[in-house]
């Protein structure tokens, strides 16, 4: 007698890499790689023990979000340079440095490009701070002059509609270029192959195709629900100021990433009316970060996620209430 099948969620989690993904399961993280030749290529990530392990108060509600946000960067960073690697896309690769990079590197050293590099980050941080906080502040002061103050009311709203018009924007044009959109189709494959195991189907291709790409415990969603959390406390943040506002808004992003991470978790682990809404924006953004992939990336995804999946289904929780 065939056994029942049994809906449930699962506390594995994923990250499209460059022609790869990442697996994050309870006890393991794998990478799989499409490789040049062809196969996939499979790399047990050696992740040590994350913040919420080392100090316990990170495992309380809320400081779990601010612990786990850091991690997941963390992993994600070493993932994806991982992946280029195993890709052929690094610098023994496909890539070839300019003759100017190697006129640089030769004049002033290792040191020097390494500190050029560091600036670039600093910069690029710098950068994303002015666009996304300092500019709508700025703009909602000039359009707030011939209007008046009456619209010092809205000032919170409309400056997050700026935000989020700036990130939709930059994620559109992101998804026009092809390495991007490659990224984009992995994204939706590792998805896709979630929902398929989350459904207790057997994990082939024909069976993850069938499943929809778009997951609420997807980093996507975060962002979102973080852009319009920043709305509600910007409404408490007094000052008209473009750099102070974006101060008091730099120093209140921990409070939004936990509360943004609590709302992710409780939507990843129940269905009702109260999760749809709140997933509702993050799965529409989801169709431009997801894409539907072909079933050389369900492979790769597949591959990735049979390394992680724990044999006692610790990780699953039925839905009905209580674990698998």
């Known amino acids: 007698m065939p056994r029942e099948k049994t809906k449930c969620i699962t506390s594995i989690g994923g990250q499209a890499l460059v022609e790869g993904i990442m697996m994050r399961g309870p006890h393991k993280t794998e990478i ?3 490789n040049t030749d062809g196969g996939i290529s499979l790399e047990e990530m050696k992740t040590s023990d994350g913040i919420a392990k080392k100090h316990k108060a990170f495992r309380l509600p809320l400081l779990r979000g601010i612990a786990a946000f850091i991690d997941s960067i963390a992993i994600g960073y070493r993932a994806l340079s991982v992946s280029v690697e195993k890709a052929g896309l690094d610098s023994d690769g496909d890539y070839e440095e300019s003759k100017f990079d190697k006129w640089v590197e030769k004049k002033f050293g290792e040191k020097t490009m390494a500190a050029v590099m560091t600036a670039g980050t600093v910069l690029g941080v710098l ?14 002061n000039l359009i707030e002059v011939p209007a008046g103050h009456g619209l010092e009311g809205w000032r919170s709203p409309i400056e997050g509609a700026m935000r989020m018009a ?3 924007a930059y994620i559109i044009l ?3 270029m092809k390495d991007v959109r490659r990224v984009f189709e992995y994204h939706g494959a590792e998805h896709k192959t979630i929902f398929c195991y989350e459904n207790d189907e057997e994990l082939t291709v024909d ?3 069938r499943h929809r790409r778009f997951h609420p415990r997807c980093g996507t969603s975060f962002i979102v629900l973080m852009l319009i959390l920043g709305i509600i406390i910007g409404l408490f943040i007094p000052f008209r100021n473009p750099f102070l506002r974006t101060a008091v808004k730099i120093l209140c992003i921990p409070a939004v990433m936990a509360i943004g991470y609590e709302l992710i978790r409780y939507c990843g682990r129940n269905e009702n009316m109260l999760t749809r809404i709140i997933s509702a924006p993050g799965l529409w953004v989801q169709r431009i970060t997801t894409k539907e992939p072909d079933d050389s990336m369900i492979e790769v995804a597949i591959a990735a996620i049979k390394e992680v ?12 209430g209580g674990a698998k």
């Open 127 to 140: 950068f994303a701070i002015v666009l996304f906080f300092i500019l709508p502040t700025w703009a909602f």
């Open 166 to 168: 700036i990130f939709l």
């Open 32 to 34: 799989a790689v499409r």
């Open 309 to 320: 999946i724990p044999e006692n289904g610790e990780d699953r929780i039925d839905l009905r």
């Open 207 to 209: 069976n993850v195709r």
């Open 174 to 176: 992101c998804s026009r």
